[in-house]
């Protein structure tokens, strides 16, 4: 499976969020459910868009620094996966979702789990890109989360390095 994940490029659908806007997320939100074909929007349906611009990465990123790999996959918008050794193309969202569900669980298994407990003034630094992250527990009706995001720009994606 590692040497899969590695050897794997994922293509996003053209505006991804629009195109599974009508889907359901399986219960783990890693990716969508499969057993509900056709909640997609058609690509015809959504705003214009070009092939050029469709975002083709790798599975895998690999840390510049630190030659670490990451899996690095948002599982909700696949559209399809590309085998980078052979050139097979998997295009069944189905399997495509349940090949990326496979490879994701194992990140949300209880020993992969880090869950802050907050105290006011907290700040909580992450590897954006080499962590799997998201909101948890619920706040009391008068509290507020409050999140600052900082991003350094980058005119590039990662590269494909197999």
């Not at 053209?14 to 509900?36: Q, R």
């Not at 490879?103 to 789990?113: C, H």
């Amino acid at each position: 499976q590692q040497e899969q994940a590695l050897n794997t490029i994922v293509e996003y659908a053209p505006h991804p969020y629009i195109y599974i806007n009508d889907c359901k997320a399986t219960s783990d939100g890693l990716t969508i459910v499969s057993e509900e074909p056709g909640k997609e929007a058609s690509l015809d349906s959504l705003p214009e868009w070009e092939e050029s611009k469709i975002k083709r990465l790798p599975l895998v990123w690999t840390n510049p620094e630190t030659g670490n790999h990451h899996l690095q996959v948002h599982g909700c918008c696949v559209y399809k996966l590309l085998d980078a050794t052979t050139g097979k193309t998997i295009a069944d969202l189905k399997e495509a979702r349940e090949i990326v569900h496979k490879m994701m669980r194992p990140a949300i298994s209880p020993e992969n789990i880090y869950c802050h407990a907050w105290n006011q003034g907290d700040l909580c630094i992450f590897h954006n890109r080499g962590v799997i992250h998201s909101v948890t527990g619920e706040l009391d009706p008068s509290e507020k989360r409050l999140m600052h995001q900082c991003n350094i720009a980058s005119g590039s994606d990662p590269e494909v390095v197999l």
